[in-house]
């Protein structure tokens, strides 16, 4: 098939297809469409840039479309699970451009944001609802929305839910589907975990698979830069300098490290915005909006924005740390050269992310080539250590310590106060005596000699019982009333 006519769409989806530019079909959209129209489970392997949205969308829309059915109250009809909250409102966006002509609900929820609203909106039900799993069990447990009449399930981006610890949530949501509907099952990669998780979801499934997995995208241009790890921001203030880096993605490992980017790159008169899990949703949101629209020229991110985020026009991905994981790196330069564009992935390596570079290249089964460092780079120097005596950095330190009198000087000619004695002086100072029960008195255990025994008591003969009372006889307490009157053995 060589255009979307070809599917035999509804005509309100050609008619937005065409109002998008939209006439060839991706290789994903080409073998995923027509058993998704027939209504076949499907398990598709494909990268992120690939198209894979449309690849659901469309027989989606076109299906709920053509039974006219009506959505129920707090119900949905069709449900699409995504890892990330990005990722989730991108996808709505996209089924809206889609649908733009036909009259279906469409809404999103995650979580970072109030649930109240959320739970009144799906008071009507929705036709499509696209969910992360946390804010859906949140909203299943309050009531909120049922999954009884749901005809159609999308699980985007698998095995990313499987890296953030999604899996509890998604066997939760597995017995509460109906038995009767059509499952699709994307991912970008197939390791075994996957493959257990889609024989839970699908039936006699049709497999596709577009690209081998973790093949990095062809129209990138990789280079990697051998740099200190303390001279990296000197580096990433010298590509950006480059008037050719228009709109630059710059990913970290760790979300501090991003915001410790985005601070020096601000010192040095280089506006940028962070993305990471500690931000609000309506920072996020702002973000991104802010980049997309070209207010904001750099992006740092986690891998939080390695997937799903599709921004165009982004010239250079710059892995300012190496992931740890090396199929993190191939989602990471994903996110330029997309929409048939080219652009450029610039990797920083110090010597302790060699071990890092090599896992990448045996994955990808590419060498990255390594690029010369730009002219306008200089290296921060490493400040010389001097050389001390054993134990001199502990004396410094105990004698700069601060005293009373002067701040931050020691009075050596103070003489030490006796231990025990009191911090007013020696007028009030009195020796030192352990307090407590048989300490300082006079006949108690600690006035005998080590090893004496104590002696009897004296008033009356050893084994002698006491004549006060009779044996056997308990005591009246007084006020004790008739439970603790004097009672005989």
Do not use: W
Not at 250 to 260: S, Y
């Amino acid at each position: 098939m060589t255009s979307f006519s070809d599917f035999v769409l509804l005509a309100p989806l050609n008619k937005a297809l065409a109002g998008e530019g939209y006439t060839q079909p991706t290789p994903i959209q080409m073998q995923a469409i027509p058993p998704a129209l027939e209504g076949r489970d499907l398990l598709g392997i494909a990268q992120t840039g690939t198209g894979k949205t449309a690849a659901f969308a469309l027989p989606i829309l076109h299906r709920l479309g053509k039974t006219g059915m009506t959505r129920k109250p707090k119900s949905c009809r069709a449900l699409i699970l995504s890892p990330t909250r990005e990722l989730a409102s991108q996808i709505a966006e996209s089924f809206k451009a889609y649908g733009r002509y036909m009259h279906l609900s469409i809404d999103v929820v995650f979580g970072g944001v109030p649930i109240g609203k959320q739970i009144r909106r799906l008071a009507t039900g929705a036709d499509i609802l696209v969910a992360t799993p946390g804010r859906l069990l949140d909203l299943i447990d309050q009531r909120a929305i049922t999954l009884r009449d749901l005809e159609i399930l999308v699980l985007d981006e698998a095995d990313q839910m499987l890296d953030l610890g999604f899996i509890k949530p998604l066997k939760r949501i597995i017995p509460m589907l109906p038995k009767q509907r059509q499952s699709l099952f994307f991912s970008a990669t197939m390791p075994g975990s996957i493959a257990e998780l889609a024989d839970q979801f699908l039936t006699k499934p049709v497999q596709v698979a577009v690209t081998p997995v973790a093949t990095t995208a062809e129209r990138v241009v990789q280079g990697v830069m051998h740099v200190e790890g303390g001279n990296k921001p000197a580096l990433l203030r010298a590509v950006l300098t480059d008037p050719t880096v228009a709109r630059v993605l710059v990913f970290t490992r760790t979300k501090h490290g991003a915001d410790r980017v985005v601070k020096g790159l601000g010192r040095d008169g280089i506006p940028a915005l962070a993305i990471h899990g500690n931000r609000s949703q309506s920072q996020r949101q702002q973000a991104l909006a802010a980049f997309r629209s070209g207010n904001c020229r750099v992006l740092v991110a986690t891998d939080i924005a390695a997937r799903g985020i599709d921004i165009d026009g982004v010239t250079h991905v710059i892995n300012y740390d190496l992931p740890d994981v090396p199929e993190s790196y191939v989602h990471r330069i994903g996110r330029t050269a997309r929409a048939g564009a080219s652009g450029i992935a610039i990797a920083f390596c110090s010597g302790e992310e060699r071990s890092n570079l090599r896992a990448i290249e045996k994955l990808t089964r590419i060498a990255i080539p390594v690029l010369t460092l730009p002219e306008g780079y200089r290296a921060e120097p490493r400040p010389a250590r001097v050389p001390q005596e054993p134990g001199q950095e502990r004396r410094e330190r105990e004698f700069s310590r601060p005293r009373e009198g002067v701040q931050g000087e020691r009075d050596e000619h103070r003489p030490r106060k006796p231990f025990g004695q009191r911090p007013g002086g020696t007028d009030h100072a009195r020796p030192f005596a352990p307090r407590g029960k048989g300490f300082g008195r006079p006949g108690q255990r600690n006035e005998r000699p080590h090893g004496e025994q104590a002696a009897p008591r004296q008033d009356r003969p050893q084994g002698e019982q006491r004549q006060d009372r009779p044996q056997g006889e308990r005591r009246r307490f007084a006020g004790g009333g008739k439970r603790f009157a004097n009672r005989s053995a």
